[in-house]
């Protein structure tokens, strides 16, 4: 028998919306890549996570239900090895992740964080905030319209008006940054980094990224990246991670969203000896302790 067994908990399909299969697709090579490394890995839903089936005290996972997140941090706190951590996974939802990037200095949109009963249209107009985009503030998204597209005030407060309807709270409004769209993915304390122009591979969520156009191959310093991503990983606490930047016309890079375990769709083959090496690196520091 392994002497190292290992609870993966697969994410909910809710929020794995129009990729599912990508992300069972990432996790199931990861888990497999373990078992050679002579892990044993049983593999659960968030449900039966959420109902107490997982008994191992190391957990892979791709949470996103605010009672698993809980139910990690709980564990986390009392000595199990929990990747992504529980706080580093509630850390990606959207105003957690502004107030945080913002705050650590990361190159990130202009950003304000309203409530949706507000009226916001003199303040995007005092502050020429238009177009803009307006992401769910509470949790991770699950729906297209959970991250919109604003051409102009008017319809930003539609939107916001939309949210409220919809029981949504609170709405983050970011800025929106011309330039070349970048989906990046990394892996902490690996050489693992990949990056991509997803509309020119023709790799989309909800077709967002056509709002940037297709890309100008605008120069960059992909070691800038690597290192705006890596800080990013550090102060959010996630370690297995990908992500969107805008370059801009003059070089400039920013993070628009960071995600904890994402697809990894175009990599897969080549993350997952990375992310099996990462785990199996933190569980030897964790069982040294």
């Given at each position: 028998?392994?002497?190292?067994?290992?609870?993966?908990?697969?994410?909910?399909?809710?929020?794995?919306?129009?990729h599912?299969?990508?992300?069972?697709a990432?996790?199931n090579?990861?888990?497999?890549?373990?078992?050679?490394?002579?892990?044993?890995?049983?593999i659960y839903?968030?449900?039966?996570?959420?109902?107490?089936?997982?008994?191992?005290?190391?957990?892979?996972?791709?949470?996103?239900e605010?009672?698993?997140?809980?139910?990690?941090?709980?564990?986390e706190?009392?000595?199990?090895?929990?990747?992504?951590?529980?706080?580093?996974?509630?850390n990606?939802?959207?105003?957690?992740?502004?107030?945080?990037l913002?705050?650590?200095?990361?190159?990130y949109?202009?950003?304000?964080i309203?409530?949706?009963?507000?009226?916001i249209?003199?303040?995007?107009?005092?502050?020429?905030?238009?177009p803009?985009?307006i992401?769910?503030?509470?949790?991770?998204?699950?729906?297209k319209?959970?991250?919109?597209?604003a051409?102009?005030?008017?319809?930003?407060?539609?939107?916001l008006?939309?949210?409220?309807?919809?029981?949504?709270?609170?709405a983050v409004?970011?800025?929106?940054?011309?330039?070349?769209?970048?989906?990046?993915?990394?892996?902490?304390?690996?050489?693992?980094?990949?990056?991509?122009?997803?509309?020119?591979?023709?790799h989309?969520?909800?077709?967002?990224?056509a709002?940037?156009?297709?890309?100008?191959?605008?120069?960059?310093?992909?070691e800038?990246?690597?290192?705006?991503c890596?800080?990013?990983?550090?102060v959010?606490?996630?370690?297995i991670?990908?992500?969107?930047?805008?370059?801009?016309?003059?070089?400039?890079?920013?993070?628009?969203?960071?995600?904890d375990?994402?697809?990894?769709?175009?990599?897969?083959?080549?993350a997952?000896?990375?992310?099996?090496?990462?785990?199996?690196?933190a569980?030897?520091?964790?069982?040294?302790?």
């Open positions: 028998m392994a002497e190292t067994k290992i609870a993966g908990v697969m994410r909910a399909g809710a929020y794995s919306p129009n599912i299969g990508n992300d069972a990432i996790f090579v990861v888990a497999e890549q373990l078992r050679k490394r002579g892990c044993e890995v049983n839903s968030e449900e039966q996570f959420i109902a107490g089936a997982a008994q191992e005290r190391i957990i892979i996972n791709m949470c996103r605010a009672r698993s997140v809980a139910l990690l941090q709980r564990l706190d009392e000595g199990a090895l929990v990747i992504n951590s529980g706080y580093g996974i509630e990606c939802t959207r105003e957690r992740m502004t107030r945080i913002l705050g650590s200095n990361i190159p949109p202009e950003s304000i309203v409530n949706t009963d507000q009226a249209r003199e303040r995007l107009d005092s502050t020429r905030m238009s803009c985009w992401k769910k503030a509470e949790s991770h998204s699950m729906h319209e959970d991250v919109s597209y051409r102009h005030t008017e319809e930003a407060q539609e939107v008006q939309e949210y409220f309807l919809r029981g949504i709270k609170r409004i970011n800025r929106h940054l011309p330039g070349d769209l970048i989906k990046f993915y990394g892996v902490a304390d690996s050489p693992f980094f990949y990056w991509f122009y997803p509309l020119q591979e023709g989309s969520k909800y077709g967002a990224e709002i940037n156009g297709m890309p100008a191959n605008l120069p960059f310093s992909v800038k990246l690597r290192a705006i890596a800080k990013c990983s550090e959010l606490d996630v370690k991670y990908g992500g969107d930047c805008i370059v801009s016309p003059e070089g400039d890079i920013r993070i628009i969203d960071f995600n375990w994402p697809s990894f769709a175009p990599c897969r083959a080549e997952a000896p990375h992310i099996a090496r990462h785990i199996m690196n569980i030897k520091r964790h069982t040294a302790k």
